[in-house]
C-alpha cells in the first residue's frame, strides 16, 4: 500500500500536490540510521542496566570499557537484532501513519491540526510496539549479554538465532515480554517524533524570518527539534522497558516501578538521558535524512520534481 505525501516547493510555501511513496520508505530509512547510531543505543541500554550498587560508569566510561573489553566490533553487539527491529517497529509506525495523514487530509480545506496529527501518529506508534516487540526484546537482550556474568550469558548469535532459541527454550511469550510499556513508549516516541517533525517542519518552513527552504538544512533543523522532544518525552518508559526486557524475571510492571523507585528515587525517570538524547537526537536525524532522500531519489526517478 503506498504512502502518500504533500512535498512542498523548493521556492514556494504552497504544496505541490500529493506523491504517492512506498509504504516501507519509513523502515528502510530507519534501518540505515540503526547501522548509524548503534553504538549510541547500545551505550545506552549498558548505563541503563548497569547495578545500582558498586562501581558505575559514565557514558565516555561506558565506552572505553566496553571497546578495552570487545574491541570496536563490540559497539555493533546486537546489530542485527536493530535492524530487525526497525525493519518490523519502524515500517508499521511510519507506514501506517503516512496513510492515515493521506485519510484524513482534506486537499480543499485547512492543513491537518497538530492534534490530528499527534492521534494518528499515536495510534501508529502502539501497532509499532506491537509488530517491533519480538525483536525489540531481542534488541535489548544482546545489547546487554556481554555485561553479564559469563554463566548468564544467552549467547545469541544473530536475529534469527535468538528469536528461534527464546521461543524454543522460553516459549512464544517471552517474545511478548515488555509488549504493553513498549507499546506505550511506542505511542509516546511516535507522537513527539513524527509529529513535531511534521509540526516543526511547517513552522521552520513557513517562517518568513528563517527563510528556509525544504531541503536539507530544514530537515536537520526539524528532526533535531523532533529528537529532543522525543527523548525528553520517552525517557521513563524507555528505561522502565530496559529493565523489564534485560530482567530474568519479573513480577510486573508496578512492582518494578516501586523496586526502582526504592532504590533510586525519582531519579530514574531520566536515567540515561544525556546517552538517550546523543543517541536519539543523531538517530532521529538520520531517520529523517535518509527518509528524505528516499523521497528525492523517488521523485527524480519518476520524474516527479
Given at each position: 500500500m503506498p504512502e502518500t505525501s504533500v512535498e512542498f516547493s523548493k521556492d514556494r510555501h504552497t504544496p505541490k500536490g500529493p506523491i504517492h511513496y512506498p509504504f516501507w520508505f519509513g523502515g528502510s530509512a530507519s534501518c540505515f540510521a540503526a547501522c548509524v547510531t548503534h553504538p549510541l543505543d547500545l551505550v545506552k541500554v549498558r548505563l541503563q542496566t548497569q547495578p545500582h550498587h558498586g562501581p558505575r560508569r559514565n557514558m565516555g566510561g561506558m565506552f572505553a570499557h566496553i571497546v578495552k573489553d570487545y574491541g570496536l566490533k563490540g559497539l555493533y553487539r546486537g546489530l542485527s537484532a536493530s535492524i530487525l527491529r526497525q525493519a518490523t517497529y519502524s515500517t508499521t509506525r511510519f507506514g501506517v501513519y503516512e496513510v492515515l495523514k493521506d485519510y484524513v487530509r482534506n486537499p480543499d480545506g485547512p492543513q491537518t491540526t497538530i492534534a490530528t496529527l499527534v492521534a494518528l501518529s499515536s495510534f501508529s506508534g502502539f501497532l509499532g510496539g506491537i509488530a517491533g516487540n519480538p525483536a525489540d526484546v531481542l534488541n535489548v537482550r544482546m545489547q546487554h549479554d556481554a555485561a553479564l556474568p559469563a554463566h548468564e550469558r544467552r549467547n545469541y548469535t544473530h536475529a534469527l538465532n535468538g528469536l528461534f532459541r527464546m521461543a524454543r527454550e522460553e516459549g512464544l511469550a517471552s517474545l511478548w515480554r515488555g509488549v504493553w510499556p513498549n507499546s506505550a513508549r511506542g505511542v509516546?516516541?511516535?507522537?513527539?517524533?513524527?509529529?513535531?517533525?511534521?509540526?516543526?517542519?511547517?513552522?521552520?518552513?513557513?517562517?518568513?524570518?528563517?527563510?528556509?527552504?525544504?531541503?536539507?538544512?530544514l530537515h536537520f533543523s526539524a528532526s533535531f527539534l523532533a529528537g529532543f522532544v522525543a527523548t525528553t518525552v520517552?525517557?521513563?518508559?524507555?528505561?522502565?522497558?530496559?529493565?523489564?526486557?534485560?530482567?530474568?524475571?519479573?513480577?510486573?510492571?508496578?512492582?518494578?516501578?516501586?523496586?526502582?523507585?526504592?532504590?533510586?528515587?525519582?531519579?530514574?525517570?531520566?536515567?540515561?538521558?544525556?546517552?538517550?538524547?546523543?543517541?536519539?537526537?543523531?538517530?532521529?536525524?538520520?531517520?529523517?535524512?535518509?527518509?528524505?532522500?528516499?523521497?528525492?531519489?523517488?521523485?527524480?526517478?519518476?520524474?516527479?520534481?
Amino acid at each position: 500500500m503506498p504512502e502518500t505525501s504533500v512535498e512542498f516547493s523548493k521556492d514556494r510555501h504552497t504544496p505541490k500536490g500529493p506523491i504517492h511513496y512506498p509504504f516501507w520508505f519509513g523502515g528502510s530509512a530507519s534501518c540505515f540510521a540503526a547501522c548509524v547510531t548503534h553504538p549510541l543505543d547500545l551505550v545506552k541500554v549498558r548505563l541503563q542496566t548497569q547495578p545500582h550498587h558498586g562501581p558505575r560508569r559514565n557514558m565516555g566510561g561506558m565506552f572505553a570499557h566496553i571497546v578495552k573489553d570487545y574491541g570496536l566490533k563490540g559497539l555493533y553487539r546486537g546489530l542485527s537484532a536493530s535492524i530487525l527491529r526497525q525493519a518490523t517497529y519502524s515500517t508499521t509506525r511510519f507506514g501506517v501513519y503516512e496513510v492515515l495523514k493521506d485519510y484524513v487530509r482534506n486537499p480543499d480545506g485547512p492543513q491537518t491540526t497538530i492534534a490530528t496529527l499527534v492521534a494518528l501518529s499515536s495510534f501508529s506508534g502502539f501497532l509499532g510496539g506491537i509488530a517491533g516487540n519480538p525483536a525489540d526484546v531481542l534488541n535489548v537482550r544482546m545489547q546487554h549479554d556481554a555485561a553479564l556474568p559469563a554463566h548468564e550469558r544467552r549467547n545469541y548469535t544473530h536475529a534469527l538465532n535468538g528469536l528461534f532459541r527464546m521461543a524454543r527454550e522460553e516459549g512464544l511469550a517471552s517474545l511478548w515480554r515488555g509488549v504493553w510499556p513498549n507499546s506505550a513508549r511506542g505511542v509516546l516516541m511516535t507522537a513527539s517524533q513524527l509529529a513535531s517533525y511534521d509540526a516543526f517542519k511547517r513552522m521552520l518552513l513557513e517562517s518568513p524570518t528563517l527563510g528556509l527552504k525544504d531541503d536539507l538544512a530544514l530537515h536537520f533543523s526539524a528532526s533535531f527539534l523532533a529528537g529532543f522532544v522525543a527523548t525528553t518525552v520517552c525517557s521513563p518508559v524507555d528505561v522502565v522497558k530496559t529493565r523489564v526486557m534485560s530482567a530474568k524475571h519479573v513480577d510486573g510492571v508496578l512492582a518494578l516501578l516501586a523496586d526502582i523507585y526504592k532504590k533510586e528515587g525519582l531519579r530514574w525517570c531520566f536515567k540515561g538521558w544525556v546517552p538517550s538524547f546523543i543517541r536519539l537526537g543523531p538517530h532521529t536525524i538520520a531517520t529523517f535524512v535518509f527518509l528524505e532522500q528516499h523521497k528525492k531519489v523517488y521523485r527524480r526517478v519518476y520524474r516527479l520534481d
